[in-house]
């Protein structure tokens, strides 16, 4: 069945989620089932596994506001597992749900392009995605799962923040919902508990005072990109409970 793109869901799928055999099985059911009433795009990145991968290969990973120093070496373990290892093992889990999923990597069809960041090597910026094959893909009913690869200058792969890759994502196709899933119960405040709305002026204030710090850091700020281009929703949910209920942060223009 065809789908309007702008009832499309774009969903950010990743990091200690992957290794959760419940946590995973039950999002995935899940997103079978939404892709089939509005259209889904799950984008994904795969931490954990890209680090046992690297740790094999004895080369160890550094970490700058919460992208992952990346050098030659690295950037091909990480396009290798994000693009085939994980990528595909969620595409085998979706078709078992039902869903007609395709794997694709962010560099197929050049669908996201990204900048360099300086010092960090193989590292990237979304700098656009073109949401011309992922609204063919979704008109004609399949379900895009994208790994977060992108196509950087002289056609060289960059390692982007999945992050970010689900914001510019959710941009280009105009999408009703951005949702992250992660696994906390959402943006926590200094007593660990749950913000349930932040504004988008208010993100850099929270940064700024370390109530958020790591991976949080990117996750927020491509959520204010996100807003300020014309997402309408946005929310950052704990996986393990799954996307029915959306409880977590809210983030508000």
Same mark, same amino acid.
């Given at each position: 069945?065809?789908?309007?793109? %702008?009832?499309? =869901?774009?969903?950010?799928?990743?990091?200690?989620?992957?290794?959760?055999?419940?946590?995973?099985?039950?999002?995935?059911?899940?997103?079978?089932?939404?892709?089939?009433?509005?259209? !889904?795009?799950?984008?994904?990145?795969?931490?954990?596994?890209? %680090?046992?991968?690297?740790?094999?290969?004895?080369? @160890?990973? @550094? =970490?700058?506001?919460?992208?992952?120093?990346?050098?030659? $070496?690295?950037?091909?373990?990480?396009?290798?597992?994000?693009?085939?290892?994980?990528?595909?093992?969620?595409?085998?889990?979706?078709?078992?749900?039902?869903?007609?999923?395709?794997?694709?990597?962010?560099?197929?069809?050049?669908?996201?392009?990204?900048?360099?960041?300086?010092?960090?090597?193989?590292? /990237?910026?979304?700098?656009?995605?073109?949401?011309?094959?992922?609204?063919?893909?979704?008109?004609? /009913?399949?379900?895009?799962?994208?790994?977060?690869?992108?196509?950087?200058?002289?056609?060289?792969?960059?390692?982007? %923040?999945?992050?970010? $890759?689900?914001?510019?994502?959710?941009?280009?196709?105009? $999408?009703?919902?951005?949702?992250? !899933?992660?696994?906390?119960? /959402?943006?926590?405040?200094?007593?660990?508990?749950?913000?349930?709305?932040?504004?988008?002026?208010?993100?850099?204030? !929270?940064?700024?005072?370390?109530?958020?710090?790591?991976?949080?850091?990117?996750? !927020?700020?491509?959520?204010?990109?996100?807003?300020?281009?014309?997402?309408?929703?946005?929310?950052?949910?704990?996986?393990?409970?799954?996307?029915?209920?959306?409880?977590?942060?809210?983030?508000?223009?």
């Amino acid at each position: 069945m065809a789908k309007k793109t %702008n009832d499309v =869901w774009v969903v950010k799928f990743g990091g200690s989620l992957l290794s959760d055999a419940t946590a995973r099985t039950g999002f995935l059911a899940e997103a079978a089932r939404i892709a089939r009433k509005n259209g !889904l795009v799950l984008v994904h990145g795969g931490g954990p596994e890209i %680090n046992s991968a690297l740790d094999k290969m004895g080369i @160890q990973s @550094q =970490w700058v506001n919460g992208r992952r120093v990346t050098d030659e $070496a690295a950037m091909a373990v990480v396009e290798g597992v994000l693009s085939g290892q994980v990528n595909k093992n969620l595409v085998g889990e979706l078709t078992g749900f039902g869903a007609r999923a395709v794997g694709l990597s962010g560099r197929d069809g050049r669908l996201l392009r990204a900048k360099p960041v300086p010092g960090l090597g193989r590292v /990237g910026e979304p700098d656009k995605a073109d949401g011309a094959l992922l609204k063919t893909l979704l008109g004609a /009913g399949y379900l895009p799962v994208l790994s977060s690869v992108a196509e950087g200058p002289g056609q060289r792969a960059l390692n982007v %923040n999945a992050d970010e $890759a689900a914001a510019a994502v959710a941009v280009a196709l105009k $999408a009703r919902r951005l949702v992250y !899933l992660t696994d906390v119960p /959402g943006v926590l405040d200094d007593a660990k508990r749950t913000i349930p709305e932040i504004r988008t002026r208010d993100i850099q204030r !929270l940064i700024d005072a370390e109530v958020v710090k790591g991976g949080m850091i990117p996750k !927020l700020l491509s959520c204010r990109s996100a807003i300020k281009k014309g997402v309408r929703e946005i929310n950052i949910v704990d996986g393990r409970a799954g996307l029915a209920a959306l409880s977590g942060t809210r983030i508000l223009p």
